[in-house]
């Protein structure tokens, strides 16, 4: 069974870090593509960061350029996503999801809706 879970979520105060961590299960990430998303209260869920197959390509959204930085060590089966300069605004759950690509493509995807596979999210809260 086709599962990923989030971890590393937690209460930190503006300025500081956190590294979520995103563990698949029941299949090997190395076909796949990953996301990772955020959800506010009240609003939509936004793409966060991505990161191809290999890991060869990232992509980020504006709002997280320069703090945030996506890897992945497709050994451990494993996803991250380093998050520095933490701001209130980064408040959120937090949920990685996956995106069978095969071995050969080698893109990024940013749309909630192209991913197949989601985790049940971590919360991070940013505040002083």
């Known amino acids: 069974q086709l599962q990923l879970v989030e971890s590393g979520g937690g209460l930190v105060q503006p300025g500081g870090s956190l590294r979520l961590s995103c563990t698949a299960s029941?299949?090997?990430?190395?076909?796949?593509?990953v996301g990772w998303f955020r959800q506010a209260p009240g609003k939509e869920r936004e793409g966060v960061s991505s990161?191809?197959?290999?890991?060869?390509?990232?992509k980020y959204a504006d709002s997280v350029k320069g703090r945030f930085t996506i890897s992945r060590d497709n050994a451990k089966n494993m996803v991250y996503l380093q998050m520095n300069s933490l701001k209130p605004e980064d408040t959120g759950v937090y949920y990685c999801?996956?995106?069978?690509?095969?071995?050969?493509?080698?893109?990024?995807?940013?749309?909630?809706?192209?991913?197949?596979?989601w985790g049940q999210g971590t919360q991070v809260t940013v505040s002083s």
């Open positions: 999801a996956a995106k069978w690509v095969g071995a050969y493509y080698a893109g990024t995807f940013f749309a909630a809706s192209q991913f197949g596979s």
């Open positions: 990161i191809s197959n290999s890991g060869g390509s990232t």
């Open positions: 029941g299949f090997t990430l190395d076909y796949y593509a």
